[in-house]
């Protein structure tokens, strides 16, 4: 069983930075994809970083890309999300979240078995 705690929400000003961290992401059989999702009020879950988690693959969607870095830490089991420059309509509530294979697409949250409970990121401006 996998099980998932973020860590690092917190409120920041537009232009701001904040590190997220989720433990439990052991580079083992049962992990592949490692992901970080955000909801934000009124929408969508939406995937917005995504790795192979022991591999090269990394990917996010465009709107963070160049401002977002996601890593996983082998020795700390740990997934993080590195978020520079942050903006008002990216508050909301963060998740990380793990998959058991490599099928599905990597920001579809039902490629996703294992989440966090999430963490809150409020963007004032």
């Known amino acids: 069983q996998v099980h998932l705690a973020e860590s690092g929400g917190g409120s920041v000003q537009a232009g701001g930075s904040l590190t997220l961290s989720c433990a439990g992401v052991?580079?083992?059989?049962?992990?592949?994809?490692g992901a970080w999702f955000r909801q934000v009020p009124g929408k969508e879950r939406e995937g917005i970083a995504a790795?192979?988690?022991?591999?090269?693959?990394?990917m996010y969607i465009s709107s963070v890309r160049g401002r977002f870095s996601i890593a996983h830490d082998n020795a700390k089991n740990t997934l993080t999300l590195q978020m520079n420059d942050l903006q008002p309509e990216e508050s909301g509530v963060y998740y990380c979240?793990?998959?058991?294979?490599?099928?599905?697409?990597?920001?579809?949250?039902?490629?996703?078995?294992?989440w966090g409970h999430g963490t809150p990121v409020i963007v004032s401006s």
């Open positions: 052991e580079d083992t059989i049962n992990v592949y994809f």
């Open positions: 979240a793990t998959s058991i294979t490599g099928h599905g697409n990597p920001f579809h949250k039902e490629t996703y078995n294992y």
């Open positions: 790795m192979v988690v022991g591999g090269r693959s990394i």
